[in-house]
């Protein structure tokens, strides 16, 4: 049977430093995880980070490439990005002990995504709203880590928790599965649509509002059947505008 391990996926937005790639491999290395996604990365020569991490060949061959983040993202059913900062948002926040528990419990369910961003900059607004958990590391007021430093502390508490990466997949859950990135997105987009329609946008800013949208649903962390019902809830509220403005009966 997999390990738990194998359904941690490691997901860098626009890598800048090859020399960060090349720590990262090594890391995954050493602590049983095989898979990372990159997305718009700088170039690279893949002989370069294998030079670098030695013995990785493995886990070098399997690095998929994305160019969207979306993409990279949608079929992983909890998204954990890390940050810095906490967010003015009411957002999820975790620890990497307290993430690392999570991602084993929900492993089984489907791929648990690390979300990174560029080593200059992280990641934007834009990448963080895709994600249902914020991840922060716990350190003085000099709170700047590099990149492969951040992955290693969150690496080595999936190790512990895991088990040493002997623990197997436990058997899927008899209720419904937690929904997939792409779920989220869908019934985001069909929210965000069904507002737009009724005008409630008109005197409220957009982003802001689809911010705090997915900051509550995130907490109430809905199931794929319960994320479903509130999409379908929103299409709904389209179709019947439709027939409403076609003058047909309801």
């Given at each position: 049977m ?32 095989s ?16 030079g ?127 929904p ?20 409630f ?50």
């Amino acid at each position: 049977m997999p390990s738990i391990l194998d359904r941690i996926v490691l997901v860098f937005n626009k890598p800048q430093d090859p020399v960060n790639i090349a720590a990262t491999v090594r890391v995954m290395k050493n602590m049983g995880i095989s898979q990372l996604r990159l997305v718009n990365p700088e170039p690279y020569d893949p002989w370069r980070i294998e030079g670098v991490a030695h013995g990785t060949r493995d886990v070098v061959s399997a690095i998929r490439h994305f160019d969207t983040l979306p993409a990279a993202l949608a079929d992983c059913a909890l998204v954990a990005a890390f940050a810095g900062k906490r967010r003015a948002a009411k957002w999820p926040m975790a620890t990497p002990r307290e993430l690392a528990t999570l991602a084993v419990e929900r492993a089984a369910d489907g791929p648990v995504a690390l979300l990174f961003g560029q080593e200059d900059h992280g990641l934007p607004n834009e990448a963080l709203d895709l994600a249902q958990l914020l991840v922060t590391i716990p350190t003085t007021e000099h709170s700047s880590l590099n990149l492969a430093q951040a992955v290693m502390v969150a690496c080595y508490e999936l190790h512990l928790a895991a088990g040493d990466a002997t623990r197997v997949l436990a058997p899927p859950r008899k209720d419904a599965p937690p929904p997939t990135h792409e779920e989220w997105e869908l019934a985001l987009a069909s929210i965000t649509d069904a507002l737009t329609q009724i005008r409630f946008f008109r005197t409220r800013n957009e982003d802001h509002v689809m911010r705090t949208i997915r900051s509550l649903l995130s907490r109430a962390d809905p199931n794929s059947r319960e994320l479903t019902l509130v999409r379908a809830a929103a299409i709904e509220v389209m179709r019947t505008l439709d027939r409403v403005r076609r003058g047909l009966e309801l």
